[in-house]
């Protein structure tokens, strides 16, 4: 299987405990994109990173979220001091340099974080 | 910021039927995508349309954008138990992120 991973699929954890999650993009694709998604809504743009270079965050990406994507390959999530309100679908994504598929996105299947 | 809205918001129908559901953009889309997400699963690309006024059809979907390039419809032809899912239009703006609307939620009863 050649398409974006995501580890771990589910995670449940109490409030104030920290999180990581990680993505596994398609090999080739050097965009990689993090998302927020919650129950009945569509994914909210997080961040984003070309290469190992984090490119823009969102004003949702409070200083409790911290993204990395070291040597431009996997790339990982952490939420510190988690909230009730953290609880939601994390997703990634990631599109390749050029091509036909240069402004389509790949996702994995998500994380579901449950903070209780 | 742009701002996507998609209506209906839920529809149920059965198995034969057809059915259309709408896109709008605050501003014109740079390029229009759908997505169909499966409950637990992430979004599948569906179709990319870049022309206003273009056409494109995916077997049974037809895909829409309007000639201002501020709406699409995705229009599904005897719907399928198949086709239940999460139906997600998306902008991409170029090189910066992509903007996606809140959903149509299909459930196509048997």
């Known amino acids: 299987d050649t398409g974006v991973s995501q580890d771990p699929r589910h995670k449940i954890t109490k409030r104030g405990q920290n999180v990581t999650f990680r993505c596994d993009p398609i090999s080739e694709h050097n965009r990689l994109y993090w998302y927020r998604q919650t129950l009945g809504q569509g994914p909210e743009f997080l961040t984003y990173?070309?290469?190992?270079?984090?490119?823009?965050k969102s004003r949702l990406l409070s200083d409790r979220f911290s993204a990395e994507r070291p040597k431009g390959s996997f790339s990982t999530l952490e939420i510190q001091r988690t909230e009730q309100g953290d609880s939601a679908m994390y997703l990634c994504?990631?599109?390749?340099?050029?091509?036909?598929?240069?402004?389509?996105?790949?996702f994995g299947p998500g994380t579901r974080l449950t903070v209780l | 910021t742009q701002l996507l809205e998609q209506s209906p918001q839920f529809l149920s129908i059965q198995e034969g039927e057809n059915l259309t559901v709408y896109c709008n953009s605050s501003s014109v889309f740079s390029s229009l995508q759908w997505y169909r997400q499966e409950p637990g699963e992430g979004p599948v690309l569906l179709v990319t349309?870049?022309?206003?006024?273009e056409v494109k059809k995916l077997k049974r979907l037809t895909f829409q954008f309007g000639d201002a390039r501020k709406d699409s419809s995705l229009h599904i032809t005897a719907a399928q138990p198949g086709d239940t899912g999460l139906y997600l239009c998306a902008d991409y703006n170029y090189g910066q992120n992509f903007v996606f609307g809140p959903g149509t939620r299909l459930s196509v009863l048997p």
């Open positions: 349309v870049v022309t206003g006024g």
């Open positions: 994504a990631s599109s390749p340099r050029n091509g036909a598929a240069y402004n389509e996105q790949f």
């Open positions: 990173f070309q290469n190992e270079a984090q490119l823009e």
